[in-house]
């Protein structure tokens, strides 16, 4: 057994370690690192990859890595793990979608695999995918509805079998698994063309940031990983499964006028409605009705915007047309 | 404008080929697609100005996806004409169907492709890559003067996913056979019938050549492609003589051999060399020549795109999309040089009422064509991950 390096982090058999990816120096003269840890079992076996905060306003997935890390025993594992709890380091910092010390891109779940010689959030994702690409076996983007909205329980991942295995490894709470038609500029992109599989998992975001569901939304998003990590029997224990899982496409409802965004008092995400069911009303200033939102075909609400204020044009409701429900993929 | 009146928009303006003079077509549809929001060109070779294509692009950037259709059509023969039970230019609804020269072949899938982008456009366009419509002229005479000038010319770009629009019953066709035409020519010496001894007649050398490509043709079912089937060999003329009381000197024959995707039109032709070279004529004398290639097209469907293709046929049709085979051929074999990806035929309708009287289109498949082709692009250039 050798030991894994990924960037600064260098763990021996059944050992943990902390380091960092470097990526440059910024005009203050700190460094711009990507903090990692890794985690090498004492015996081989696949090499989890875990990604927290590609967008700086969805923190849960540090939560989960947190946990996770708390959780493991590398001297009990076969195969191992890297997680990395921040990886937008300066988004995080500000609480925003992308790098406020970027103008030219922005979105860093865009641009990936990034340029060696490109713009600053480019050279992230460059640094990134390289080690990514020579470590990772499996990858997991985490990210959440963040300042804008709340995403319930839902996975994207590619129609192919591996990737469908991935993602309902993701255990009991993961029952909405959408398709990612043409994975492009994001981590799980990287592993595609690498031939290797990666999903995205999403979970929580501004109107879950209270104590209790914060702390759920890091739990459950680490119960998955968990599980993941017990499905590819990187660690023992029997992994669980969803009893069904209800795959489909996604409907972007954006805002067809501005105002006040009302959704339906009793709307639930992840419950079967039918095409034209009521989802919300758009009112103007003094209460008078300006539209109504409805389904636009027979699925499920899996997300919806956090602030009623909204502006034509804007994300209101994050929708799934259920064509189906999938079957075990292993 | 809904798509049925689109569809009875391009009928109503007629482009047949021969003349091939696609001018008014192209125009409409540039006019309507710059509507809608795209960067229009309409080259057209110098040997032939008439025949006009067009290209309107909408969005930017990778992925990029072809939409082809042609805007030619066959013309109506004059013995077809007394057959129609319509107007054939008036684009007539009957029983959920539209009557119209080239309402099936090729103006539907047109139509289709058209409303689809249309509906792309009005909202907000894709979120990243190209789509392309190209509305090519001189299919129906070949494509040589049409798709193949524009991809050898450099007015096409390079394509990830081709969607050609002809008629599959809108399941996804990744194969057709292709065509080599040739002649084949018997010569002999011409005397009086009443002593034909001292001749060598031509008809009767070329009747074992003729028996000689009919058993070509049986061993050539041994050759067979999964989709489209089997290679065959036709010999659909036959002339030779003047009058029944002298022994004709020479005789011609033409025939229509159908390749499979994987022969080689250079090794067919040698094989049909090889057949005639091989029938025991003398002392009349038997050549083969004249050989018209029109290749064969052949794709795979395992990219994301083909797969997300596939996915949206499944999901509008609820049925299996394919793939299947296409016996015609089409504009796909001059578009090999532009795909660094995958390409399909797809469309509503059968080939086999293309070309005749009463052409017609099944209002619902026109539709499911549309919706199908919206979904596909819908969900690969503005789905996958949201946040
Ligand atoms: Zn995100």
Same mark, same amino acid.
């Given at each position: 057994m050798q030991s894994l390096t990924v960037g600064t982090a260098s763990a021996e058999p059944g050992t943990r370690v902390r380091g960092v990816i470097p990526v440059t120096n910024l005009p203050g003269g700190r460094p711009l690192d990507i903090p990692i840890i890794v985690i090498h079992g004492a015996q081989p076996g696949p090499c989890v990859w875990v990604d927290a905060?590609?967008?700086?306003?969805?923190?849960e997935g540090t939560l989960a890595c947190h946990i996770v890390d708390s959780r493991l025993d590398p001297a009990a594992m076969r195969g191992s793990v890297v997680l990395v709890?921040? !990886?937008?380091v300066p988004a995080y910092e500000a609480a925003q &979608?992308?790098?406020?010390?970027?103008?030219?891109?922005?979105? !860093?779940? &865009?641009?990936?695999?990034?340029?060696?010689?490109?713009y600053l959030t480019e050279r992230l994702a460059h640094k990134h995918s390289v080690w990514l690409r020579e470590v990772a076996t499996y990858e997991i983007s985490i990210h959440s509805g963040g300042a804008h909205s709340y995403l319930s329980e839902t996975i994207f991942a590619t129609t192919d079998e591996k990737a469908i295995e991935l993602a309902q490894a993701?255990? &009991?709470?993961?029952?909405l698994i959408l398709k990612s038609f043409l994975p492009k500029g994001s981590p799980p992109a990287v592993m595609y063309e690498a031939g290797k599989q990666g999903i995205t998992v999403e979970l929580g975001g501004r109107p879950a940031t209270s104590p209790a569901d914060f702390d759920r939304c890091g739990r459950v998003l680490a119960d998955g990983i968990m599980n993941v990590l017990r499905h590819y029997k990187v660690i023992d224990g029997a992994p669980t499964y969803a009893d069904t899982w209800h795959t489909g496409v996604q409907h972007a409802? !954006?805002?067809p006028v501005s105002g006040l965004f009302l959704a339906e008092p009793r709307l639930q995400v992840q419950v079967p409605m039918k095409q034209g069911d009521l989802i919300a009303r758009i009112v103007d200033v003094y209460g008078d009705l300006l539209t109504e939102l409805r389904a636009p075909v027979d699925g499920m609400i899996f997300g919806l915007r956090a602030l009623p204020n909204v502006q034509t044009g804007d994300w209101c409701c994050f929708y799934a047309e259920i064509q189906g429900e999938l079957s075990r993929a292993f | 404008m809904t798509l049925i009146e689109l569809l009875q928009a391009l009928i109503r303006i007629p482009s047949p080929?021969?003349?091939?003079?696609t001018r008014d077509i192209a125009n409409y549809v540039a006019d309507w697609m710059r509507g809608i929001g795209c960067t229009v060109s309409m080259p057209a070779p110098e040997v032939k100005p008439e025949a006009v294509n067009v290209i309107a692009t909408l969005g930017s950037g990778d992925p990029v996806i072809m939409l082809h259709a042609h805007i030619d059509t066959v013309p109506i023969a004059a013995d077809e004409?007394?057959?129609?039970?319509?107007?054939?230019?008036?684009?007539v609804i009957e029983n959920g169907r539209i009557y119209g020269k080239g309402s099936v072949d090729d103006k539907a899938p047109l139509a289709a492709m058209m409303h689809a982008m249309a509906k792309i456009a009005s909202t907000?366009?894709?979120?990243r890559g190209t789509i392309v419509l190209v509305a090519a002229a001189e299919e129906e005479v070949g494509g040589r003067l049409g798709t193949r000038w524009m991809a050898d010319n450099g007015h096409l770009p390079m394509c990830d996913f081709i969607i050609v629009g002809e008629q599959t019953h809108n399941r996804v066709a990744t194969a057709h056979k292709g065509v080599v035409r040739a002649t084949v020519r018997a010569t002999g010496r011409s005397v009086h019938?009443?002593?034909?001894?001292r001749g060598v007649n031509a008809i009767a050398a070329m009747a074992r050549a003729v028996l000689a490509l009919e058993q070509y043709h049986r061993d050539l079912s041994q050759r067979v492609h999964p989709i489209v089937g089997v290679p065959t060999c036709n010999v659909g003329v036959i002339q030779g003589g003047s009058t029944a009381n002298a022994v004709p000197d020479s005789c011609v024959a033409y025939l229509d051999r159908r390749m499979i995707p994987g022969e080689d039109p250079a090794v067919v032709q040698r094989e049909l060399s090889d057949v005639v070279a091989g029938v025991n004529a003398a002392p009349a004398s038997l050549s083969v020549g004249d050989f018209l290639v029109s290749n064969w097209f052949s794709s795979s469907v395992d990219s994301l795109l083909a797969k997300s293709f596939l996915d949206a046929v499944q999901t509008e049709?609820?049925?299996?999309?394919?793939?299947v085979g296409y016996l015609p051929g089409s504009d796909a074999k001059h578009l090999t040089g532009v795909t660094r990806g995958e390409m399909v035929i797809f469309g509503p309708?059968?080939?086999?009422?293309?070309?005749?009287?009463?052409e017609y289109v099944e209002i619902g498949e026109l539709q499911a064509t549309s919706s199908i082709i919206k979904r596909f692009m819908t969900q690969t250039l503005n789905g996958g991950e949201p946040l």
């Amino acid at each position: 057994m050798q030991s894994l390096t990924v960037g600064t982090a260098s763990a021996e058999p059944g050992t943990r370690v902390r380091g960092v990816i470097p990526v440059t120096n910024l005009p203050g003269g700190r460094p711009l690192d990507i903090p990692i840890i890794v985690i090498h079992g004492a015996q081989p076996g696949p090499c989890v990859w875990v990604d927290a905060v590609i967008h700086g306003d969805e923190p849960e997935g540090t939560l989960a890595c947190h946990i996770v890390d708390s959780r493991l025993d590398p001297a009990a594992m076969r195969g191992s793990v890297v997680l990395v709890p921040v !990886l937008n380091v300066p988004a995080y910092e500000a609480a925003q &979608r992308g790098n406020p010390l970027d103008t030219f891109s922005y979105d !860093l779940n &865009r641009i990936y695999p990034g340029k060696a010689d490109g713009y600053l959030t480019e050279r992230l994702a460059h640094k990134h995918s390289v080690w990514l690409r020579e470590v990772a076996t499996y990858e997991i983007s985490i990210h959440s509805g963040g300042a804008h909205s709340y995403l319930s329980e839902t996975i994207f991942a590619t129609t192919d079998e591996k990737a469908i295995e991935l993602a309902q490894a993701m255990g &009991r709470d993961w029952k909405l698994i959408l398709k990612s038609f043409l994975p492009k500029g994001s981590p799980p992109a990287v592993m595609y063309e690498a031939g290797k599989q990666g999903i995205t998992v999403e979970l929580g975001g501004r109107p879950a940031t209270s104590p209790a569901d914060f702390d759920r939304c890091g739990r459950v998003l680490a119960d998955g990983i968990m599980n993941v990590l017990r499905h590819y029997k990187v660690i023992d224990g029997a992994p669980t499964y969803a009893d069904t899982w209800h795959t489909g496409v996604q409907h972007a409802l !954006l805002a067809p006028v501005s105002g006040l965004f009302l959704a339906e008092p009793r709307l639930q995400v992840q419950v079967p409605m039918k095409q034209g069911d009521l989802i919300a009303r758009i009112v103007d200033v003094y209460g008078d009705l300006l539209t109504e939102l409805r389904a636009p075909v027979d699925g499920m609400i899996f997300g919806l915007r956090a602030l009623p204020n909204v502006q034509t044009g804007d994300w209101c409701c994050f929708y799934a047309e259920i064509q189906g429900e999938l079957s075990r993929a292993f | 404008m809904t798509l049925i009146e689109l569809l009875q928009a391009l009928i109503r303006i007629p482009s047949p080929n021969p003349p091939g003079d696609t001018r008014d077509i192209a125009n409409y549809v540039a006019d309507w697609m710059r509507g809608i929001g795209c960067t229009v060109s309409m080259p057209a070779p110098e040997v032939k100005p008439e025949a006009v294509n067009v290209i309107a692009t909408l969005g930017s950037g990778d992925p990029v996806i072809m939409l082809h259709a042609h805007i030619d059509t066959v013309p109506i023969a004059a013995d077809e004409a007394q057959h129609w039970h319509v107007d054939p230019y008036a684009a007539v609804i009957e029983n959920g169907r539209i009557y119209g020269k080239g309402s099936v072949d090729d103006k539907a899938p047109l139509a289709a492709m058209m409303h689809a982008m249309a509906k792309i456009a009005s909202t907000g366009g894709t979120k990243r890559g190209t789509i392309v419509l190209v509305a090519a002229a001189e299919e129906e005479v070949g494509g040589r003067l049409g798709t193949r000038w524009m991809a050898d010319n450099g007015h096409l770009p390079m394509c990830d996913f081709i969607i050609v629009g002809e008629q599959t019953h809108n399941r996804v066709a990744t194969a057709h056979k292709g065509v080599v035409r040739a002649t084949v020519r018997a010569t002999g010496r011409s005397v009086h019938a009443t002593n034909p001894d001292r001749g060598v007649n031509a008809i009767a050398a070329m009747a074992r050549a003729v028996l000689a490509l009919e058993q070509y043709h049986r061993d050539l079912s041994q050759r067979v492609h999964p989709i489209v089937g089997v290679p065959t060999c036709n010999v659909g003329v036959i002339q030779g003589g003047s009058t029944a009381n002298a022994v004709p000197d020479s005789c011609v024959a033409y025939l229509d051999r159908r390749m499979i995707p994987g022969e080689d039109p250079a090794v067919v032709q040698r094989e049909l060399s090889d057949v005639v070279a091989g029938v025991n004529a003398a002392p009349a004398s038997l050549s083969v020549g004249d050989f018209l290639v029109s290749n064969w097209f052949s794709s795979s469907v395992d990219s994301l795109l083909a797969k997300s293709f596939l996915d949206a046929v499944q999901t509008e049709l609820g049925a299996d999309p394919g793939p299947v085979g296409y016996l015609p051929g089409s504009d796909a074999k001059h578009l090999t040089g532009v795909t660094r990806g995958e390409m399909v035929i797809f469309g509503p309708g059968s080939y086999e009422v293309a070309h005749a009287f009463d052409e017609y289109v099944e209002i619902g498949e026109l539709q499911a064509t549309s919706s199908i082709i919206k979904r596909f692009m819908t969900q690969t250039l503005n789905g996958g991950e949201p946040l």
